[in-house]
């Protein structure tokens, strides 16, 4: 089973949920950030308290004492994506598609060959959403296996390996998952909080 929810961090740092957790906010964290991950997180495994979280080699969150649940969250300006699995590790990566002054040099410095000739596939007036299609395969890959994002350069998202990669643009979003069984992103698979 694979759930993926997709929400506002405005809306969900501040309904029930994350206003139980207000006194919980550690020092130096996004406040607003924090709270609609963790209340989002928090709901979804109600009735159960929030568990405590472990942190894997490079700093991958997972829940202590559910070692048959997975999760991973990632979020981009306002907007906030939180992955659940009970058929293992799982990545996601969302990004808003925008501008970047560099992101020509940005995808010459960390894409594979076979990334590029994706990229240069594309018309012209394409390549920026395509370059964005590209960045968050290669992040929801990374964050997979726990990596850490410098670790991006080393991952071909053109050639998964035995994963699943699946990509998903809607309005001016990106996202994209890797799952270690098959899953594809749609409407259908996708909650909208």
């Known amino acids: 089973m694979y759930q993926v929810f997709l929400g506002k961090i405005s809306t969900l740092s501040t309904d029930s949920w994350a206003e139980a957790l207000a006194e919980s906010v550690p020092q130096n964290v996004d406040r607003a950030r924090w709270l609609a991950a963790r209340g989002l997180l928090s709901r979804l495994l109600a009735p159960q308290p929030l ?8 700093g991958k969150p997972a829940l202590a004492r559910q070692p048959s649940l997975w999760f991973n969250l990632s979020h981009s300006g306002d907007d906030l994506v939180l992955m659940l ?18 992101w020509r ?3 010459n410095a960390v894409f594979t060959l076979g990334e590029h000739a994706e990229l240069e596939r594309e018309t012209p007036e394409a390549q920026l959403p395509a370059f964005w299609r590209i960045w968050t395969r290669k992040e929801a890959m990374v964050k997979q296996r726990g990596g850490s994002p410098w670790q991006i350069v080393s991952v071909d998202s053109t050639f998964p390996a035995s994963l699943s990669v699946s990509h998903y643009q809607f309005d001016e979003l990106s996202l994209a998952v890797c799952t270690p069984t098959p899953f594809t992103l749609s409407d259908a698979t996708l909650t909208r909080l």
């Open 85 to 102: 699995s009970d058929e293992g590790e799982i990545g996601c990566d969302l990004e808003r598609i925008r501008p970047h002054d560099n």
């Open 105 to 107: 040099a940005l995808a």
């Open 51 to 58: 568990p405590d979280f472990v942190y894997g080699e490079q």
